[in-house]
């Protein structure tokens, strides 16, 4: 195979290098070749031929999931080995394909990096502008006046959105609360709110925000006689695979709840596309 350094003639015959030779494809393609050459163990002996082992093109395909998924939360392999009851040199291995993991730790994985364990073995398509509808929003069960949705389209990457919904003396509960240790934007979306941080209270309107970690001690709670809205930006993601399966479409907090039909768009069918000024 010229360029490759190996040859099938000998001086005594066809050496060992030779007869591995004659068990590639030939022509052997240059692109499989090259992108081999970074992970041996993707080829494989059977059969008498060498051939693409599919067990190392999974491992490696988890592998990269593992990876991209664990920074875009800003996980170190020590944090992701540490909540999978494995080592960082474990995850470091099976980041690079060079090492499988068994369905349990796999399970502990997509747990850890709130995804489901389908999200590892293959990257979900979805379109890149999609309208997500107010009425549409995944929401946790009404409580204490208020109610909670989910904005941000799974599997969550490098951040997640909600928008909370507070009726008349609704809040988030009594205790504060926290979770990880990420950053996280408070913005009103509208009426008034009382927004606890730690042991100091903000009286917020529409407009206001405010920026915290959310390991500090935080709650909120609506001041005014009408429905307030707040929205949450936290990066990286801090919500685990179970608290994310809690939301589900949901009731409104109130029945004066407009319902969207859709998205509207200017023009016609005949027009779609088409600039109409």
């Known amino acids: 195979m010229e360029g490759c350094g190996l040859s099938g003639r000998g001086t005594g015959g066809r050496s060992d290098r030779a007869s591995t030779v004659g068990h590639l494809p030939n022509p052997f393609p240059l692109n499989r070749l090259l992108s081999t050459i970074g992970r041996p163990s993707t080829l494989r002996y059977a059969n008498g031929k060498i051939v693409e082992n599919d067990d190392a093109e999974r491992s490696a395909r988890i592998g990269d999931r593992v990876q991209f998924l664990r920074k875009a939360r800003r996980m170190t392999l020590r944090q992701l080995a540490d909540a999978t009851q494995t080592t960082a040199s474990f995850i470091s291995q099976l980041e690079r394909g060079l090492s499988g993991a068994s369905t349990s730790t796999l399970m ?25 509808m107010r009425s549409a929003r995944p ?30 003396g609704g809040s988030t509960g009594e205790k504060p609360y926290v979770h990880g240790h990420a950053h996280e934007m408070f913005l009103v979306l509208r009426g008034q709110v009382e927004l606890t941080l730690g042991d100091v209270e903000y009286v917020m309107r529409e407009g ?47 029945s004066g709840d407009s319902q969207s039909s859709g998205p509207q768009r200017k023009g016609n069918d005949d027009n779609d596309g088409k600039n109409s000024d």
């Open 108 to 132: 502990r994985i997509a747990d850890a990096l709130a995804v489901s364990i389908s999200d590892l073995f293959e990257e979900r398509t979805v379109a890149p502008h999609h309208v997500l």
């Open 208 to 254: 206001d925000s405010i920026e915290y970690p959310t390991s500090t001690p935080h709650k909120t709670r609506n001041l005014g006689d009408s429905e307030a809205e707040v929205l949450w930006i936290i990066s990286p993601p801090t919500s685990g695979l179970a608290e994310l399966d809690k939301y589900n479409l949901g009731k409104p907090l109130a």
């Open 139 to 168: 929401a946790l069960p009404v409580a204490e006046n208020y109610r909670k949705t989910l904005l941000s389209r799974r599997p969550i990457r490098e951040f997640e959105v909600y928008v909370g919904e507070f009726g008349p």
